[in-house]
């Protein structure tokens, strides 16, 4: 009977809540892997390299504007948008699969950009629905929260390539179908578990020493999984091979569990130990003094003047309250530090962004080898996830033991991607390893800075449709700085080299373009708009800066009256987050 009782209690306990955002974030990398499956839409379907290239934009738009799923979540519970989210991941890549396989006609390229963008919007949803529930969950630990659960979708193209290649073997089709249907499975299973909280008054100690025991499993798993990726490159493996790693990688997932029950378990235990020894009540005089606090008096409201202008209530209701305070939708919005913030994220992760994509150009471009380049993708990933953890910890840790400014290590970061973007554009020998290093680093680690500072400058009220806002200037950054300036430059370089003789065309009529031109006058570009992006930053970090000397997370451990929740913490009651 007390072991139905405890695997109830674990089952209902917030460390479950938070394994089940790690396993719904560590299957929501379907956009990561549009580079396996885009040769059979080409392919099969008879479309031209521009199309394809249209095609993915939809999918960036779909996969980093989330503003529906913040919306829908500010009125609803998070399950309604994880369930939303599994209709549109369902619908979206399963009519890419049926359209690849010739289960349906052939689309228009219009439905086929609709059902790619329906499908990557599906991210947006469970990120929304797992992620901004953990961070109003555990407010005092949200850098933690975000750079360990941004790490897990960061991990996520990888984990599903080895489930890929373990289900289906070499069968990129049927790629499209594991990414229909596992990342569904998987939010419908943990519907009821992923779920707001009461804001718990706790050790927020214990509570960091348990995010850095998920920590050390998750860094355990992005080892493995580099070493898979590394030798796969190297060796044939065969398809028990195969299995043998997903298996190993479905035994690190799950590891996790291990520390949520030993959680679980040492609440059960320190909750018994209270019921056997009660603490100390509080003396009859501190009781008397809880209980007489004079109630402030509040003044009896009265209508708005008939003189009140439109103009002086439009003042009234973008008038921004304090930083730190919940800011409304369009406070938020029109608010400076926003659009600082904003501006300064377009240019640094379309910057990055831009990099990414075009690394396999770039690559060949510059004469590496196709082993080569797929080597450069893979570090991609993996220091993509390196960047989001460290960004998310030592940010925590730097603002709680140093009071330095999560603006700042923004800046940091974006002076750093600037060396990877000058790298790419002179070419050198080699540094390409390098430049794929630091531009993974730097993409993973600007997304849980820019979530954090989202939720510290403007709250947690309406951080579900702030959070998805602040992901829109990826898209943004993306076209103007993929399509409308690398792109241009790109096709105005190779003219130059087809006269010059310098383009050499495959065996697929395609042309190649060999040198270092080919990208050099666009990344330099990209280096100082980046740079650019730094100096607004430090605009951010000179606003701010009396704000995170402050006691940021002050009001979360402000007290107030407790009782026991079903968990056995101490629960403050007046500082439950809404739903």
Known sequence: MEVVKLTVKVIQGRWFMVFGSFLILAASGATYLFGIYSKDIKTALGYDQQTLNTISFFKDLGANVGILSGIINEFTPPWVVLFVGVIMNLGGYLMIYFAITH?????????????????????????????????????????????????????????????????????????????????AAISIFFLQTIRILPVVVKDVNRELKVFYMFLYLS??????????????????????????????????????????????????RRRTDDKSNPPPQLDELEVVQLEQQPKPESEPSSPPPFSSTFIQRMIAIF????????????????SIDMIILFIATIFGVGGTLTAIDNMGQIGESLGYPAKSINTFVSLISIWNYCGRVVAGFASEIFLAKYKFPRPLVLTVVLLISCIGHLLIAFGIKGSLYVASVIIGFCFGAQWPLLFAIISELFGLKYYSTLYNFGGAASPVGS????????????????????????ALKSDGGEFTFIGVQCFKLSFIIVAAATFIGALISLVLVWRTMNFYKSDVYAKFRQPTPIDDDKDGHQVGSARQEPT
């Open 319 to 334: 008038k921004s309250p304090k930083r730190g305070e919940d800011y409304t939708i369009p406070q938020a919005l029109v």
């Open 479 to 502: 076209y103007l700085l993929n399509v409308r300036l690398v792109g241009h430059l790109y096709d105005l370089e190779t003219k130059k080299l087809k006269e010059k003789g310098l």
């Open 103 to 183: 289960k349906i006609s052939r689309p228009k390229v219009w439905q086929m950009s609709t059902y790619i963008c329906i499908g990557s919007t599906s991210q947006g949803f469970a990120n929304t629905g797992a992620l901004v529930t953990c961070v109003k969950n555990f407010p005092e630990s949200r850098g933690v929260v975000l750079g360990l659960l941004k790490g897990f979708v960061g991990l996520s193209g990888a984990i599903l390539t080895q489930l890929y290649l373990a289900f289906y073997g070499d069968d990129s089709k049927s790629l499209v179908l594991l990414i229909a249907w596992l990342p």
């Open 219 to 268: 860094i355990a798993l992005a080892g493995f999984l580099m070493l898979m990726i590394i030798m796969q490159r190297q060796f044939t493996f065969s398809h028990p091979e195969y299995s043998a790693s997903s298996l190993m990688v479905l035994i690190l997932l799950f590891l996790p569990l291990v520390v949520v029950v030993r959680e679980e378990l040492s609440i059960w």
